[in-house]
């Protein structure tokens, strides 16, 4: 199949790096002769028509800048069969051959449904601050975020260890405990709370009860958002037992924001490139992917599966044996 003329989409929660990855696919598809027309706010934008011919300087001055400069949302309208159909209309009558996604397993559920149901020829690239995504070790956004995120437990460290208290820091990762794991590591935290780890709640208590007898009486304690209901418990019951004061954080959207980090900007661009390379190849129905420094190409449908928390769990094994 020839294909000459590619959309490009940006869709779910941003991340950072997003924009480096619409940069390199658009020079690169360019320098292979493709046309690439940039669809904005994600299958809101490809069901309204939402269109714009992306050139050379279109994405100029944008490796270094968070967000998406194609905007992004989460569109129920495009989980319907009829907002389905609107959306292909739009491809057909703009002739775009193929496209690329870019975002979440939301995202990657969508170019399934258009490859699967629609025989239009899609091709994902994981970006999502989670790195929940099955397949790839990293996902664009998640060095970021948890750069983003290190920096702020450090500042909330010195007020700890200040005024003697101990702090409760919720970050993001809706059901992924990757941001949590990597920061309580990186932070040297204390205690972590994850969703992939099931603990128990008694020994958590015994452990702080303990150390504040022997006069450790300043905590950090991360927490993973999906595990949030219990953390207003435990703060509570926890200043019950010690008598210590203590305090939460949840520093939400900041983690979503700011300029890439080296490592995301390179992911982003490899991600781009490859991606393009694999609509040039004819090989629809995947994302791409980086396995130790490899980039590599996976079925979209494996991208979807649960992942198995690995790293999670063996950050979790490493923290416990340096608290
Ligand atoms: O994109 C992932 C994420 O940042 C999750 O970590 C978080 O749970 C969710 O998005 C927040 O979504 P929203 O910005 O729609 O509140």
């Not at 309208?77 to 057909?92: M, P, S, Y």
């Not at 091709?123 to 948890?146: L, Q, R, Y």
Request: proline share 2%; aromatic share 6%.
């Amino acid at each position: 199949m020839m294909i000459k003329r590619i959309g490009l989409l940006t869709s779910g929660g941003d991340s950072p790096g997003m924009n480096a990855a619409i940069r390199s696919v658009v020079r690169y598809g360019l320098h292979y002769n493709l046309e690439v027309i940039g669809i904005y706010r994600g299958y809101a934008g490809l069901i309204n028509e939402d269109l714009k011919s992306l050139d050379h300087r279109s994405v100029a001055g944008i490796i270094n800048r968070g967000g998406t400069i194609l905007e992004t949302l989460r569109c129920d309208e495009f989980l319907t069969e009829e907002g389905q159909r609107k959306a292909v209309e739009v491809l057909k009558r703009n002739k775009i051959d193929a496209l690329i996604v870019i975002g979440g397993d939301g995202t990657y559920r969508g170019a399934i449904e258009l490859w699967e149901r629609w025989h239009i020829p899609c091709v994902g690239v994981p970006a999502t601050i989670d790195n929940d995504i099955n397949g790839t070790d990293f996902t664009i956004g998640a060095d970021t975020a948890i750069n983003t995120a290190i920096e702020a437990v450090d500042k909330i460290r010195d007020t700890s260890l200040s005024m003697s208290r101990i702090f409760m820091v919720e970050v993001m990762g809706r059901e992924s405990g990757f941001i949590a794991s990597q920061v309580a590591l990186a932070c040297g935290a204390e205690e972590v709370l994850v969703p992939e780890i099931t603990y128990d709640l008694g020994d958590m208590y015994h452990d702080v009860a303990k150390g504040c007898l022997k006069d450790k009486d300043r905590w950090i304690i991360i927490v993973a958002e999906g595990e949030d209901a219990k953390a207003k418990e435990i703060v509570k019951k926890i200043a019950e037992m010690t008598g210590s004061e203590t305090r939460e954080v949840v520093l939400g959207h900041i983690q979503r924001g700011g300029s890439p980090t080296a490592q995301d900007r390179l992911l982003a661009t490899r991600f781009g490139a490859a991606a393009v390379d694999l609509i040039l190849n004819n090989e629809f129905g995947k994302a791409v992917a980086v396995k130790g420094n490899q980039v590599l190409a996976v079925d979209l449908h494996l991208a979807v599966d649960k992942k198995d928390g690995q790293m999670v769990k063996s950050s979790y094994q490493l923290m416990r044996h340096l608290t």
